[in-house]
C-alpha cells in the first residue's frame, strides 16, 4: 500500500508529517539490513541517536544511489 493512500485522509500537512515518518523508518531498517548504519531507530535507547541519524542520512542516500548506478543488473 503505497503512504498516499494508508494517508488519504490526512490534511497535506499531516500527511507530510506521517510520510516522513515512515520513509525514515524504512530507509534507516533499509541501512542496518545492508551494514551502512549500527542500530535500527525503533531500537535504541538513546536520546541522540536521531540526530546520529540526521548526520549520517545524506552519505547513506549517497552509498545507496552509488550502489544503484554501478549495478550492471540495475536496468533489468
Request: glycine share 0%; charged share 30%; net charge negative.
Given at each position: 500500500?503505497?503512504?498516499?493512500?494508508m494517508?488519504?485522509?490526512?490534511?497535506?500537512?499531516?500527511?507530510?508529517?506521517y510520510?516522513?515518518?515512515?520513509?525514515?523508518?524504512?530507509?534507516?531498517?533499509?541501512?542496518?539490513?545492508?551494514?551502512?548504519f549500527?542500530?535500527?531507530?525503533?531500537?535504541?535507547?538513546?536520546?541522540l541517536?536521531?540526530?546520529?541519524?540526521?548526520?549520517v542520512?545524506?552519505?547513506?542516500?549517497?552509498?545507496?544511489?552509488n550502489?544503484?548506478?554501478?549495478?550492471p543488473?540495475?536496468?533489468?
Amino acid at each position: 500500500m503505497s503512504t498516499r493512500k494508508m494517508f488519504a485522509d490526512m490534511d497535506a500537512e499531516s500527511r507530510y508529517f506521517y510520510e516522513k515518518i515512515v520513509n525514515t523508518a524504512l530507509l534507516n531498517m533499509y541501512a542496518v539490513e545492508h551494514q551502512l548504519f549500527d542500530v535500527r531507530l525503533c531500537d535504541s535507547d538513546d536520546p541522540l541517536i536521531m540526530l546520529r541519524w540526521q548526520e549520517v542520512e545524506p552519505l547513506i542516500m549517497d552509498t545507496i544511489q552509488n550502489q544503484v548506478d554501478t549495478d550492471p543488473d540495475a536496468d533489468k
